[in-house]
């Protein structure tokens, strides 16, 4: 009798033992799972959440109470905006089904409103014997994600937009561009390719946003340096202004290269901008020193790519054809650069 008892003793301690070593072992599962950054939780065979980490609390913008029915979100959509019913969701899916789900997109709402676009990790649990007992599911944010690839579908648009407009900015050149003989129209086309390269390598060094109106003034009389002057107050304008700005700097310096204040070294220019209290751009171009000026008789090629750009900017243009040399006037609306 004594040996049964003690038999009996040996074999509880050993049950004990293995209770308790399962117990520790479930614990240390739980401070593990508490411990990672991704919501995760479980649930029993009849979609009951039995279990979920702190990250399912940050994630769900609320406190789940176990017991709840499939998710620990408070409201869920499809990735097209769609209402999703809890007991439609891939968690409740995977348990009817009895099969993990992937590759499915959701957006979880918070109590606050904000939404979450998260993939869910849904994988059923069966026991040796094939019974279902529940399931485990982890939510991965992704907004993130969904984000940058919104900026990358935006960027795309923008690159499209705009290279569909230099194309037509350059069938518009190709067109006005006329000359006595190819290497004229050789060498005038290529000087307005080049104004627009200019520009747009500004408007790439910017990201397709707006561009400092100096910078590209700069840039257009950098081969006169001595004989020009910048005087105007920092304005940003958008790359549609730039490239037209760009073009009608460039044919006013060709035009005084010609026949202007840049045809001999005595020669001068002044280039000034400013924004009244009207909201709009005067922009002046003052020529000095040059040879005697006087309206021409015809419109060459060079005043018609002028007033294309000035009409693409939607302002007015002024010229004056002074003793002292050509001056033009740009007003615009500062709103519309």
């Given at each position: 009798m004594a040996i049964e008892c003690s038999t009996s003793a040996a074999k509880i301690?050993?049950?004990?033992?293995?209770?308790?070593?399962?117990?520790?072992?479930?614990?240390?599962?739980?401070?593990?799972?508490?411990?990672?950054?991704?919501?995760?939780?479980?649930?029993?065979?009849?979609?009951?959440?039995?279990?979920?980490?702190?990250?399912?609390?940050?994630?769900?913008?609320?406190?789940?109470?176990?017991?709840?029915?499939?998710?620990?979100?408070?409201?869920?959509?499809?990735?097209?905006?769609?209402?999703?019913?809890?007991?439609?969701?891939?968690?409740?899916?995977?348990?009817?089904?009895?099969?993990?789900?992937?590759?499915?997109?959701?957006?979880?709402?918070?109590?606050?409103?904000?939404?979450?676009?998260?993939?869910?990790?849904?994988?059923?649990i069966f026991d040796e014997l094939g019974n279902l007992l529940g399931a485990v599911n982890m939510l991965v944010d992704i907004s993130e994600q969904k984000k940058a690839q919104e900026r990358f579908a935006m960027m795309a648009r923008e690159v499209d937009h705009?290279?569909?407009?230099?194309?037509?900015?350059?069938?518009?050149?190709?067109h006005l561009t006329k000359g006595d003989s190819l290497d004229e129209y050789r060498a005038a086309l290529e000087g307005r390719f080049a104004s627009l390269a200019r520009a747009n390598s500004r408007i790439a060094e910017a990201r397709w946003a707006k561009i400092d109106l100096r910078s590209l003034v700069e840039d257009e009389l950098s081969a006169f340096d001595s004989q020009a002057t910048i005087i105007g107050e920092p304005i940003s304008i958008k790359p549609s202004s730039a490239q037209c700005l760009a073009m009608m700097i460039h044919e006013l310096s060709t035009n005084a290269l010609k026949y202007g204040a840049f045809?001999?070294?005595?020669?001068?220019?002044?280039?000034?901008?400013?924004?009244?209290?009207?909201?709009?751009?005067?922009?002046?171009?003052?020529?000095?020193?040059?040879?005697?000026?006087?309206?021409?008789?015809?419109?060459?090629?060079?005043?018609?790519?002028?007033?294309?750009?000035?009409?693409?900017?939607?302002g007015d243009l002024f010229r004056e054809w002074l003793p002292s040399g050509l001056r033009c006037t740009l007003i615009c609306a500062k709103e519309g650069l």
């Open positions: 301690e050993i049950l004990n033992s293995a209770v308790e070593a399962f117990r520790k072992r479930e614990i240390n599962y739980r401070d593990i799972l508490e411990d990672l950054p991704a919501a995760i939780y479980t649930t029993d065979a009849d979609g009951r959440i039995s279990y979920y980490n702190q990250a399912c609390v940050e994630f769900s913008g609320r406190t789940p109470a176990v017991g709840d029915l499939w998710c620990v979100t408070w409201k869920l959509y499809t990735s097209e905006g769609l209402p999703l019913p809890h007991d439609e969701c891939p968690m409740a899916l995977a348990l009817r089904e009895r099969r993990t789900i992937r590759g499915v997109e959701a957006v979880a709402e918070r109590p606050d409103g904000t939404r979450i676009h998260f993939l869910p990790y849904p994988t059923p705009r290279a569909n407009n230099l194309l037509a900015v350059m069938q518009g050149l190709l045809s001999n070294e005595d020669g001068r220019v002044a280039v000034s901008w400013a924004v009244d209290d009207t909201g709009n751009m005067t922009l002046r171009w003052v020529e000095e020193g040059g040879p005697p000026t006087a309206e021409p008789t015809r419109t060459g090629t060079g005043s018609d790519v002028v007033t294309s750009a000035v009409r693409r900017l939607r």
